[in-house]
């Protein structure tokens, strides 16, 4: 199981980002991540420096986005969904994808969900519960 420290997720996209840019060949998983950072323009400029934002902390209560939550979530979910784990989160990324219209923005409301269910993990000191996340997929 992939389970890398802070450091390592945030230098992942690092150097996916610089591997693109060096034109130099991309792993599979580094094309997805380069796929998700394409997506997001907003965050070129942070990939563009690591040095300056390798070890910048993105608070909530100052509006900040973690990019490299964000693009960690979108990269989870594109493995969840093929393999359909939790099982029926692939029937929930289809009916969201019909209703959106778009990956990118089902993803998003995926994201939401799995986000939730991290978030009460961690406050409770538990495991991840998919049951919490399936049925906040429900609702969306």
Request: aromatic share 10%.
């Amino acid at each position: 199981m992939f389970n890398p420290s802070r450091d390592q997720a945030r230098r992942f996209f690092f150097d996916a980002w610089q591997k693109f840019r060096g034109q130099q060949l991309l792993s599979d998983l580094e094309a997805i991540a380069l796929d998700l950072m394409q997506q997001h323009p907003e965050y070129h400029a942070i990939f563009d420096n690591p040095e300056r934002h390798a070890e910048r902390d993105y608070l909530p209560e100052s509006g900040e986005t973690n990019p490299f939550l964000h693009l960690g979530l979108h990269l989870a979910i594109r493995e969840q969904v093929p393999i359909d784990q939790p099982r029926g989160i692939a029937a929930h990324y289809r009916r969201l994808l019909e209703k959106t219209g778009s990956a990118h923005d089902a993803e998003h409301l995926i994201m939401d969900c799995l986000a939730e269910m991290i978030w009460q993990a961690q406050r409770h000191g538990t495991a991840p519960d998919a049951g919490i996340y399936l049925e906040c997929l429900k609702k969306r």
